[in-house]
């Protein structure tokens, strides 16, 4: 039996739209692969080429990933290629970039109100905050502090946290099943103070890039804030512009 489709848009968009509801329920799992065109066709009782149309735009939004001759798949970000897509910091040597963590801090702490406002909460409720150091060929180049809703990532360690060893998005993904799928900054320069200094072994007064990151799940959800700074003196943002 055909699922319904509403007559409000055009037809590739109600489609769209039913695939990525099947995303948000987790029906298909980031990694996994999604039913072919001709399935899905039939599904929704449309035709193949309605089916494409409306995967070609999830695809370059990046939900959706095709590969030739093995068909299409939900994004994820345990794949080595997508592990830092919303990472735009590159050496300046032209090196693939691999960070190793160190966690400072995870614990329960009441939001406030800038906080909850991002995440769409109310002013108290809790949350985790997150801080770490993450260095590229033993040095130290990125501090951050995390907050996510506590209620999302419930139950969650420092030990928990140490025992990860790839990108957070990936663990968030693996662990919780809470999938990004696009985030927003706001970047401005700043001057190290001296716990910053001390965390990433620079001189206080040196110059950072601060870098607010609120990421996204299915729905517009905003599930992740992340304030990071950045000591570029041998690494650049890197940000293609379309």
Known sequence: ???????????????????????????????????SEMELAVRYAVSQGTVRKAIDELAAQ????????????????????????????????????????????????????????????????????????????????VFEEIWLPEWRFKGLTMEELNDWHGPMYAFYESEYATHMVRAQEKIKAVLANQNLAQYLQIPAGAALLSVERVAFTYGSK?????????????????????
């Open 62 to 141: 990046n939900l959706l990933v095709r590969r030739q001759g093995k068909g299409t798949f939900v994004a994820t970000h345990q794949e080595e290629n997508w592990q830092y897509r919303f990472l735009r910091l590159e050496p300046d040597s032209g090196e693939k970039l691999h960070l190793k963590n160190q966690f400072l801090v995870c614990e329960n702490i009441q939001s406030d109100a800038y906080i909850a406002d991002l995440l769409s909460l109310k002013v108290g409720d809790p949350i985790i905050r997150i801080d770490r150091i993450q260095s590229y060929a033993g040095k130290p180049i």
């Open 222 to 242: 905003p599930v992740e804030i992340r304030h990071a700074r950045y000591d570029t003196s041998d690494q650049h943002y890197d940000n293609k512009l379309n």
């Open 1 to 35: 039996m055909s699922e319904p489709i509403a007559s409000f848009s055009p037809l590739y968009e109600q489609i769209k739209a039913l695939i990525l509801a099947s995303l948000q329920t987790s029906e298909w799992l980031p990694g996994e692969a999604i039913p």
